[in-house]
């Protein structure tokens, strides 16, 4: 199975896993991983590294992690020099639960799931006022 670390300031990272869990089942292979305040961030990053590796099962491993430019994400990238995974930031919700269904899917990859997490992030963001607005006009 695909591994999946997420990657967080805060408790961003245990939250979003918390409310997949709940719409899509308990997880396994997941590890959760937040940078808090006044945490050692090179220790941040031993453990990130440590649970990249544990969840890798030979399956692929996506990493996903808060914001792009932010320390977790900075600390993922350090990695890419010496392990084989993939990195997408900008997790949320929709994101998550496509890699989550994603991962079970017959014939989908660590490549894939991470193209695919992408772009369900992407259609994950609405603009629910004009949607609301469209639909009693009877718009589409």
Known sequence: MIGVVIASHGELADTLLKSAELLVGKQTNVKTCGLNYGD?????????GNYIDEVDRGDGVVVLTDIFGGSPCNRAIMHLRNKSF???SGVNLPMLLDVFLGRETLGVNAENLY?????SA???????????????????
């Open 40 to 48: 050692d961030i090179s220790r941040f990053g031993e453990i990130l």
């Open 86 to 88: 993939f990195c997408v």
């Open 115 to 119: 193209n695919r997490c992408y772009e």
């Open 122 to 140: 992407i259609e994950g963001i609405k603009k629910v006022n004009g949607i609301l607005n469209n639909s009693i006009k009877g718009e589409k």
